[in-house]
């Protein structure tokens, strides 16, 4: 640190430093610069006490130069060669260099800045002549003609591993920037936190002895010492004046090169400025904490490098959670408070995460310094698609909304009674509960409970409280709390049913992140949390479906609660006496709602309950069995009452018969129903459709599905080593029967959309299951159907009609975005089943021409679709692929505007989307290539 001045003055464009050293023991002298006339300069040879004389001493050199230069052998012996061959310890080296420096200045002062010419890489070398008759300007472009393009490369070597350690950031910087100022600005910066390390240790010491000075002058004349006064006064004083020329030092090189390398074009050296000024701020407070140091750091939040961004955003997250800087930090906070919050949208993730973090320090330093609009910007990014910026925003959100109303319970709870009902004390979590639904409500973003809840999973225990959940729930609150209204339980049980998906899977929910191993220890957390999830709901949830069971939209979350229970339980905990009630009111719950989603989640939950694993299934399948039993019968009734009355039909009928359609198709997604023998009239309803009986398209629609699971169970069902002959006669019979009528029911154009959507589905599906790969087992053989020319035919034009349409025609700007989005998820579907039937070959693969030359046209809907299609192609046949593609072309080619009989318009944008699909296409016949998978058509 006693040769930062000089350094400073040589490689910081002469910033007027004042060169006294500070240290106590080393003799003052404010002459002695780099100047001609500098006395005492020893050209060519090392002080006696240098690391490069002593070297040579243990070498058996003389330590000898002459005034023209260096000789190789003493070339070996400069502080760089040392330090590069790492034969001595760096601290003893550097002890060394300093005690020369104290016998020699000039000497040591010239080892060191040929120390850092060769460490940027410069072969040069800058002599005792250089040093005493050159002007700074022409040395450094002497040493600039010096560097090549092997320059800068020693770090690289692992002969020399010291001198990688010392030069790693000062080689990053230069072979970056190709510019010895850069390497210069490094060194300085580095050497100007050393001396803010020095300024704020000599404060510390200054601060004790004038303690000890004002403890003693506080005294009595009696008790007085008035030696030890007079040696305390010189050491305050002698700290006073290190101190002053401490800062005299750091306020020029602050001056003289950070103010200008702060807005370097390099960002590289930006970032550098940024973290070094606040290390500065937060060692050395007393000087820097200042608006006029923190400007600086407020001005780069707006630098367009992340990287600077990054470093500034660090710089003040120490500041603001230290007390002792709070009062210095009020006018920075108002003038750059704004920028601060915005960039807690960066498009850079790290940023992003450190301008929250920053946000909540704030928020932690002065609850008032961020208003409504500030704090609604980041309890917004709960819900965000990446899990650190969503974390870190749950942590604000916990801190601003959470913990004050925790910190109230807890003082409201030390009233005796109240908190409690009935002798039963209530959940000190209760206040934070209903605050945390009354904002998942106010987002006006209800489909995303489970982002709010993975967010705040690891942040607070307030999502694994079921007692908390169930009490404000069963209970009446009243006596502490006002009691919830419908929608606020609605949205309570919707967070709930989410809380207990988490706690049992371990998992965050689709979208957010790829799903992760989880470690041993991890495993261990999830089965813990699952089990108290378990005994807590197998108690608590027939309760809760007794009381909310008539509300479609509570109980369809609160029916999947039992697909996340330890099953076990109910037995090694002696619980199965609650098992009997839950099962009843599934029960219940299906014959009286005929949502589609409640009856979809109770068809799951039953399958879950009903698996073999588990000591409770027996009981579980007589109930379900019984359940089906009921719905079978319902069924066949309300069919027979429409057959009766279809000419003077009543509303009544039509909702049973509705009512009972969905909950057979409900219940055949995760269950066999084939042992019911619903077959012959589930087919009768979709028949009776296309012989335009009037049936409601919704209910011909779950009949085709069911139709289509009838088959696709019965396909499950054969032995494949030995089929009994009947049962397969049967099933191809069926199998006939259905795809004949769903091709009608797709080729009828009067038939409702939704109709002819799901007969193309179940072409589609069954074309898979029973398409020709059943045919490689000569038992199976029989079940093979093929697709007539007509059939696919009548699927492309399907595609075309369906899915290959203009946006123009499918948008409605008073359509909602979230209709919008499922549409695009249904055409998205169909497509997808059309391009499994020529992956699998079931269809001819030309087809796919009709596909592939809408690639770019609708590449943001159906891309990756697409694209993936293609790689499956080229892959099974490489050479049929390209035939396919050049069909697309041709077709396309087809439309192509001509001026004449044997020319084109070259100029139409028909022509240029030819152009541009042949490009795009043209990549994946790139040997060795896989250019299909990332190849992005907007680059064309």
């Known amino acids: 640190m006693i040769f930062a001045s000089e350094l400073g003055d040589f490689m910081g464009n002469r910033s007027g430093i004042d060169h006294t ?30 690391p490069v004389a002593k070297k040579q001493r243990r070498s058996g050199g003389q330590g000898q130069g002459h005034n023209e230069g260096y000789h190789e052998e003493q070339n070996m012996q400069t502080l760089f060669h040392i330090v590069r061959n790492g034969r001595q310890a760096l601290q003893c080296v550097v002890d060394d260099w300093i005690e020369s420096y104290k016998q020699d200045k000039d000497s040591a002062l010239l080892e060191l800045i040929n120390f850092l010419v060769h460490s940027c890489g410069c072969k040069g070398t800058v002599t005792p002549e250089m040093f ?11 040493m600039t003609e010096e560097f090549d393009e092997d320059s800068g490369r020693v770090s690289s070597d692992p002969e020399w591993p010291d001198l990688e350690k010392v030069q790693v950031e000062l080689h990053r910087v230069h072979s970056c920037s190709g510019e010895t100022v850069h390497t210069s600005t490094l060194a300085a910066m580095k050497l100007m936190t050393a001396l803010v390390t020095v300024a704020a240790s000599l404060s510390v010491q200054h ?12 005294k009595n004349a009696a008790r007085r010492a008035s030696q030890r006064m007079d040696i305390l006064k010189a050491k305050n004083e002698e700290f006073e004046e290190h101190i002053n020329e401490l800062q005299q030092m750091m306020g020029n090189i602050f001056n003289g090169i950070f103010v200008h390398r702060y807005r370097d074009t390099h960002p590289e050296i930006r970032a550098i400025c940024m973290g070094e000024i606040g290390t500065w701020i937060k060692n050395y407070h007393t000087m820097f904490l200042d608006d006029g140091y923190l400007r600086y750091i407020g001005w780069n939040l707006h630098d367009k490098h992340w990287d600077v961004r990054l470093r500034c955003v660090q710089a003040l997250s120490n500041l603001y959670t230290s007390e002792e800087f709070a009062s210095n930090l009020e006018l920075f906070t108002n003038r750059f408070k704004d920028r601060i919050v915005s960039m807690t949208l960066d498009k850079k993730i790290d940023v992003a995460v450190q301008a929250i973090k920053l946000v909540t320090s704030i928020n932690s330093w002065k609850e008032d310094a961020l208003d409504s609009t500030d704090c609604e910007a980041v309890y917004q990014l709960v819900f965000s698609s990446n899990r650190s910026v969503a974390q870190a925003a749950a942590q604000f959100l916990i801190q601003r909304l959470l913990t004050r109303e925790e910190d109230e319970n807890s003082q409201n709870q030390k ?127 027939p309760h809760l479906l007794s009381k909310h069971g008539i509300d479609p939209d509570k109980v369809a979350d609160l029916v999947v609660i039992p697909q996340y229970f330890d099953l076990d339980m109910y037995t090694s905990g002696r619980l199965e006496q609650h098992l009997d009630p839950l099962l009843k009111l599934l029960t219940e719950i299906v014959t009286k709602h005929a949502d589609k989603q409640i009856l979809h989640n109770c068809s799951k939950t039953f399958e879950y309950l009903c698996n073999d694993s588990y000591a409770i299934s027996n009981r579980c399948k007589i109930a379900r069995s019984a359940l089906i039993d009921n719905l079978a019968q319902t069924f066949q009734a309300a069919w027979q009452d429409y057959l009766e009355n279809v000419k003077d039909i009543s509303e009544t009928e039509i909702y049973n018969l509705t009512a009972a359609m969905r909950r057979v198709s409900a219940f055949y997604c995760s269950h066999n129903l084939n042992a019911w023998e619903m077959y012959e009239s589930l087919f009768k309803i979709a028949k009776s459709y296309s012989e335009n009986v009037a049936v409601k398209s919704q209910i011909v629609c779950d009949a085709l599905v069911s139709l289509q699971l009838c088959l696709m169970w019965a396909r499950a069902d054969i032995d494949d080593n030995n089929p009994d002959k009947n049962e397969v006669k ?24 939704e109709v002819i959507e799901e007969a193309y589905t179940n072409i589609c599906d069954l074309l898979i299951v029973y398409g020709k790969q059943i045919g490689f087992n000569k038992a199976l053989k029989p079940l093979v ?156």
């Open 21 to 50: 050293a500070i240290n106590s023991h080393v003799t003052s002298d404010p002459n002695a610069m780099m100047h001609p006339e500098v006395g005492g300069l020893h050209q060519g040879r090392h002080s006696a006490n240098s």
């Open 132 to 142: 005493v008759t050159m002007d700074q300007t022409e040395i450094i472009q002497r």
């Open 207 to 218: 601060d004790k002895i004038s303690r000890q000075y004002e403890a003693e002058k506080a």
């Open 415 to 541: 009233t005796p009674g109240s908190r409690k009902k009935a002798g039963k004390k209530l959940s000190s979590n209760i206040g934070p509960m209903r605050d945390l639904v009354q904002y998942f409500i106010e987002s006006e973003l209800h489909d995303h409970a489970a982002y709010l809840v993975d967010s705040l999973w690891d942040n607070t225990a307030l999502v694994k409280d079921w007692e908390c959940m169930t009490q404000m729930l069963l209970e009446d609150i009243s006596s502490g709390f006002e009691p919830l209204n419908d929608k606020e339980e609605t949205y309570l049980i919707d967070i709930m049913t989410c809380c207990a998906r988490q706690a049992s899977e371990g998992q965050p929910p689709v979208g957010r992140c790829q799903p992760k191993k989880l470690t041993g220890k991890e495993r261990q957390i999830v089965q813990d949390d699952k089990n108290r999830l378990t005994a807590h709901f197998i108690q608590t949830l």
């Open 730 to 753: 049967t099933v191809k019979r069926r199998v006939n029967e259905v795809m004949s009528l769903c091709f009608e029911l797709m080729c009828q154009r009067q038939n409702a959309a």
């Open 785 to 940: 159907y093929l697709a007539s020319q007509s059939m696919q035919e009548e699927l492309k034009r399907f595609n075309e009609t369906h899915v290959f349409t203009n946006e123009d025609d499918l948008d409605d700007e008073d359509e909602d975005a979230s209709v919008k989005i499922e549409a695009l998820h249904k055409r998205r579907k169909l497509l997808a089943c059309f391009c499994k039937l020529i992956i699998s070959n079931n269809i001819e693969m030309n087809f796919a021409a009709d596909v592939f030359k809408h690639y770019l046209k609708f590449y943001n809907d159906y891309g990756d679709i697409i694209k993936n299609t293609l790689a499956k192609l080229n892959d099974y046949n490489r050479t049929e692929c390209a035939k396919i593609i050049l069909r697309s072309l041709h077709i396309l080619w087809d439309s192509v505007p001509h001026i004449s009989p044997t020319r084109v318009d070259k100029a139409c944008e028909q022509f240029a989307h030819i152009k541009d699909l042949a490009k795009n296409f043209s990549f994946i016949f790139l040997p060795g290539s896989d250019q299909i998978q990332r190849r992005n058509p907007g680059s064309s």
